[in-house]
Every structure is written in structure tokens, then in C-alpha cells.
């Protein structure tokens, strides 16, 4: 196994983990009852987002798109597999867009909108890793 693959795979373990948890943590800032908790949360939010998330995601799609040119284009599963990849990025900014929104603010959502966030993640995943594994076609 290459060193780039290697990365590719822990980069996006760690990144695919954030995109799971940090939906939970929006749905308790959203329940949040005290200022205490409220900046707690934002605290944990920003620091997952900025200094593990988002670094996680840069480093999957830079040794992805590495491993891309190396090895080339081939394969109709992987165009796919890049559009479900893009579909994880614009759920990340998401998930940034909406913690930008519950500083200092009550939730414009419900509690349940917080926590159905959790679904893209738990559809895209694995349907990203069982196209690299399985390449249908």
C-alpha cells in the first residue's frame, strides 16, 4: 500500500468521524439551557471545526486528488464516488454555516432538524467506501 493511500485512508477516517459527531454536537448546543453550556459547546464546535474537521477534509481530497493524477482516471464508479465525495464537502460547510448561525442566537430549528443531520453522513459514508472497495462498474 502506498504512502498516499495510507494518508488518504487515515485522513479520511478521522474526517468521515468529525462529520459524524459534530452533528451531535450541534443538536446539544441547540438544547443548550445555560450560558454556561452555550459557550462550552461553541467552544468544542469551533475547535472541531477549524483545528480536526476541517484539516481532515483538506488532507483526504489533497492525497485523493494526488493518488488521482498518479494513478489515473479510470473507472465509471469513480466519478461517482467524487460526486458523493463533493456531497460530503457541502455538508461540512453545512454543518460550518449552521454553527456560525447558533452563536450568541436561540435555534431556529427544532432539535430534531439537529439531530437528522446525522443521515448524510451515515448515507455517504459508506457508500463512498463501499464504491472504492467494491468498483461496481
Known sequence: M????????AFLVLWSG????FPYLLAQQASAHDDEDHQRLLK?????????????GLLTIIFGSWM????????????VKLALVL?????????GTLMEQLKGKEPTQSIWFYRMLLVPPML??????????QKPF
Open 124 to 133: 455517504l459514508i459508506p457508500a463512498v467506501v463501499a464504491l472504492v472497495v
Open 2 to 9: 502506498s504512502l498516499m493511500l495510507s494518508l488518504h485512508i
Open 87 to 95: 456531497a460530503m464537502v457541502f455538508f461540512h460547510v453545512y454543518c
Open 18 to 21: 468529525t462529520l459524524l459527531y
Open 44 to 56: 468544542m464546535q469551533h475547535t472541531l471545526y477549524a483545528y480536526v474537521m476541517t484539516p481532515a
Open 68 to 79: 488521482l493524477f498518479e494513478r489515473g482516471f479510470t473507472g465509471g464508479w469513480l466519478p
